[in-house]
Every structure is written in structure tokens, then in C-alpha cells.
């Protein structure tokens, strides 16, 4: 079974501050991450995946198979990076369904 | 390029009725999914097609099915609905099943 747990709900963050979103997955085997982001009003988007290895707004990520973790990070949070951030894990071999953590909404505030 | 996009935007039912839910893949996709997103939860997995075939099925009862047609847009159908059916469904299309899935707006469905 592959499960996605994002422990935090709600994270809120002063303008400027370091952001840390964490994500931790269970998963027998390599799986591919992902982190999707939804702004207010808007449809849910990629954001980065773990096999491209980029920095997409600011973010990266990094997949730490020895701690079944792929937290999203970006070191001085914007106003802009105000919204719901969800992590999610694709297997293999699973029909490229995408399993979904419950999300954490990031508030950025002056 | 035009978007996912789906119809309707919202609706209501009421329990026992049935309903279908559409989606339209982006230009040059051939692989449609279909979540559904219960309020405060992220999206669940309910079925994929790829190419006309149903691709993968997530842990949904058989009153959950869909189609995908030729020019790769796809139905939900949902018979006897209850009321934890409420929710949002979201569509997304992929050039492959491996692909990045963008995703629809989404169907806002409430079950009285």
C-alpha cells in the first residue's frame, strides 16, 4: 500500500522567513514524488517533481529514501507562496494513479 | 493550448439519483484521471483511462464508472448516490500514463 502523511494543516510563516513543508511517505519500492500547489481560485498545478531535480519559485525538494521524506523547502518565504501544498507519491506500476497527502495550507504574513 | 476543463462547475442531487460528470483532456492527451477530493482531504484516486480502456481503479465501488471517448474526453458516472458522495471531482489528462497530469477546475457535487 502507498500512503502520504503532511502532518502539518496549517503552516504560517512571517515574509522572509525559511519554509519547510514536510511530507513523509510509505511506499515498498522507488517511488516518484511530487509536490502540487493550488492558489486561492485557481486549479491545482505541479509545482516539482523529485526525478528533475529543479528549483521551480524558489522551492526544491529532496528525496531522502532512508527517511521516506520529501519535504519542500525555499528559503525566504513571498507573499505569493500563499497557498495549499500537497505532496504526492506515484508507484510503480500502479496505473500512474498519484496517491495525495491531506495538504498544508502555507500563510505568509508581513 | 486549451486547458482540462470540465462540466458543470457544481451540482445537487439527491440521494438515490444518478450523475454524470465530464471532462475534456488537453490538446494532444490521450490519458484522462479522475479524482475525487472530500473537504479537507487531498485527492483520492478513482479510475484512469488511456486510450478508450480503463487504465487502473482506485478503492471506489462499481457504481463509480466512466468512458473516455475517441477524442480522449471522458464521463463519470455515479449511480445511487449517496451522501458521502459529496465532494469535489477533479479530472486530469496526461499525454501518457506517465506523464505530468494537469488537472481540471473541478466539479463541486453535493448529495442531499
Known amino acids: 500500500a502507498q500512503r502520504v502523511t503532511q502532518p502539518e494543516k496549517l503552516l504560517s510563516v512571517f515574509k522572509g522567513a525559511p519554509v519547510e513543508l514536510k511530507c513523509n511517505y510509505s511506499y515498498s519500492g522507488s517511488p516518484e514524488l511530487f509536490w502540487y500547489v493550488q492558489y486561492s481560485r485557481q486549479r491545482l498545478q505541479l509545482l516539482l517533481r523529485?526525478?528533475s531535480r529543479e528549483s521551480i519559485k524558489g522551492f526544491t525538494a529532496d528525496l531522502n529514501k532512508g527517511e521516506t521524506s520529501f519535504h519542500l523547502k525555499k528559503p525566504f518565504a513571498q507573499e505569493e507562496d500563499s497557498a495549499m501544498y500537497y505532496c504526492?507519491?506515484?508507484?510503480?506500476?500502479?496505473?500512474?494513479?498519484?496517491?495525495f497527502g491531506t495538504g498544508t495550507r502555507l500563510q505568509v504574513t508581513l | 493550448e486549451t486547458g482540462v476543463t470540465q462540466s458543470p462547475t457544481h451540482l445537487i442531487k439527491t440521494r438515490g439519483q444518478q450523475v454524470t460528470l465530464r471532462c475534456s483532456s488537453q490538446s494532444g492527451h490521450n490519458t484522462v484521471s479522475w479524482y475525487q477530493q472530500a473537504l479537507g482531504q487531498g485527492p483520492q484516486f478513482i479510475f484512469q483511462y488511456y486510450r478508450e480502456e480503463e487504465n487502473g481503479r482506485g478503492n471506489f465501488p462499481p457504481r463509480f464508472s466512466g468512458l473516455q471517448f475517441p477524442n480522449y474526453s471522458s464521463e463519470l458516472n455515479v449511480n445511487a448516490l449517496e451522501l458521502d458522495d459529496s465532494a469535489l471531482y477533479l479530472c486530469?489528462?496526461?499525454?501518457?500514463?506517465?506523464?505530468?497530469?494537469?488537472f481540471g477546475p473541478g466539479t463541486r457535487l453535493l448529495v442531499l
Open positions: 486530469a489528462s496526461s499525454s501518457g500514463g506517465w506523464e505530468t497530469q494537469y
Open positions: 523529485h526525478i
Open positions: 504526492a507519491l506515484r508507484g510503480v506500476g500502479t496505473a500512474s494513479k498519484l496517491t
